[in-house]
């Protein structure tokens, strides 16, 4: 019996060691080794997060709840998304910290109620002129730059009447908000909707396209927009149809107008985002004001140029790359800035960091800075071209009182937007002739501004050399 009853008590304890054996993995016997696969799974998680982290520049800080629904079903025809260009940056220097949704919704609206925050109001010419902006002489022009005296109008557009219907003059009277605007003369881009919109967005922000006859009779084409209704709406976006030919030849020229006069086309807004026609918003406006605008105390904000740093590099490029035919004006234009005193980047010119943006996203606070700035612009672009770049510079550093300009790094830009590429047109399927591209006068030529050039100063400064010349 003791035999027997210890064999029983053997076998049992056999029996159990057994279960132990078939029922606990080896992994989490030893402590040792458990701890090294939870290490080694942490280290794998931290670094894929960093390595996805490192190529956004965009971080919320809370989700919110976009809108899931389309928000317009395309004719397949029209090809909305065609021709998207890729994007290949993989860092990022300066992210940008998105507050959450319902408190930005919030504090926008508490800001566009107080109208303390806009003021003191810039106050315009009002007469009657032969052209939009009323092509004021150089000398008059820069006399404007120096605003000191609050009092003093200065000119910006409208000497002519904007020729758009009473239907759409008074929505955008009524837009008294945020204003995202945008342009398409020409038949040159598609119209796309923007995406990532919070679900009360669409109740506070007003979306506006203007677009020319011609681009017009493009979306009558695809069964978009109906000629015999007062009122015209794709998507998000209510279009605005301009009689452009009692504005300017040059369609760029009339796309300059909702660009740089948006707090004239929608007096009552506080804040707008221009967005050229060839992007897609990505993310929600109201959180891009908020982050990129209120959040920096900035007038307005805008990227970086991807590549140029110097106005005299974008000149060049303007001409070797014919994004403008006139190299004679061109030339005209820089040695006007040249001559009144428009000087190379340094670091003298910090806060800013670049004398050349991008200007197909625009973000603005409506005040006097903001404002003032807008005005001087077109007055420039009105002056010789609609090429904004070759301008900027010149009427930021000269211009008084000097406006808070938010410049974000180019990742950031290609975060919060799509870009894509132009429509592509048939050889001859251009409408509007020779009026719809200035005249080809001259060829770049490599010595362009450089031989006998009151810019020289510029471009020794530029290129270093000007303490070898003298």
């Known amino acids: 019996m003791k035999f027997r009853n210890k064999w029983n008590r053997s076998r049992n304890s056999g029996y159990f060691v057994g279960m132990v054996s078939a029922t606990t993995p080896l992994l989490f016997r030893s402590k040792f080794l458990c701890f090294s696969v939870f290490y080694l799974f942490i280290s794998l998680f ?3 997060y960093q390595s996805l982290s490192s190529t956004k520049c965009i971080f919320k800080s809370s989700p919110f709840d976009p809108i899931q629904t389309p928000l317009f079903s395309y004719p397949q025809s029209y090809g909305e998304h065609k021709y998207a260009i890729p994007t290949h940056r993989s860092s990022c220097s300066s992210p940008v910290f998105f507050s959450d949704y319902g408190v930005v919704l919030k504090e926008i609206q508490d800001l566009c109620q107080n109208s303390s925050a806009f003021s003191p109001v810039l106050r315009y010419i009002q007469r009657e002129s032969e052209t939009f902006g009323g092509n004021f002489s150089t000398q008059k022009r820069i006399s404007y730059l120096d605003h000191s005296n609050y009092n003093v109008e200065v000119p910006c557009g409208f ?21 995202v605007v945008s342009a398409i003369f020409n038949d040159h881009d598609k119209i796309r909707q923007p995406r990532g919109l919070g679900s009360k967005t669409l109740a506070t922000v007003c979306f ?11 979306l009558d084409y695809h069964q ?15 279009i605005v149809r301009v009689a452009s030919k009692e504005l300017y030849e040059n369609p760029a020229m009339n796309g300059v107008i909702p660009k740089y006069l948006v ?36 007038d307005m904000a805008m990227s970086k140029h991807p590549f140029y740093v110097n106005t ?17 004006a061109l030339t005209l234009q820089m040695e006007t800035y040249c001559e009144n005193g428009l000087q190379p980047w ?67 830009f290609e975060q919060v937007v799509v870009e894509y590429r132009h429509n592509l047109r048939k050889l001859g399927s251009e409408v509007g002739g020779s009026n719809s591209k200035p005249k080809r006068t001259k060829r770049a030529r ?18 270093g050399e000007h303490e070898y010349h003298n």
């Open 312 to 328: 005299m590099e974008e000149a060049m490029a303007t001409a070797r790359w014919k994004k403008w035919w006139d190299v004679n």
């Open 263 to 298: 707090h004239r086309l929608f007096p009552n807004s506080k804040f707008s985002i221009w967005i050229d026609a060839k992007l897609q918003l990505m993310v929600d406006p109201l959180l891009l004001i908020h982050s990129l605008v209120v959040s920096e105390k900035a």
């Open 224 to 238: 978009l927009v109906s000629p015999n209704s007062p009122e015209h709406k794709i998507g998000v976006w209510r």
């Open 346 to 412: 340094t670091p003298n010119k910090l806060p800013y960091t670049t004398d050349v943006p991008d200007t197909a996203l625009i973000l603005r606070k409506h005040g006097l800075g903001g404002n003032l700035f807008s005005c001087l612009m077109f007055n420039e672009l009105e002056a010789f071209n609609p090429r904004d770049q070759l301008a900027f510079a010149f009427v930021r550093d000269f211009m008084k009182p000097k406006m808070k300009l938010n410049m974000f790094e180019v990742e950031v």
């Open 46 to 48: 931290l670094a894929l």
């Open 446 to 463: 490599h010595d362009l501004l450089v031989n006998n050039s009151r810019c020289q100063e510029y471009l020794l400064e530029m290129w």
């Open 208 to 218: 506006f396209m203007f677009v020319d006859d011609i681009s017009f009779s493009g």
């Open 159 to 179: 000497l002519k009447k904007f020729p758009i219907s009473n239907f759409d003059r008074s929505a955008m009277e009524s837009c008294n908000g945020v204003v």
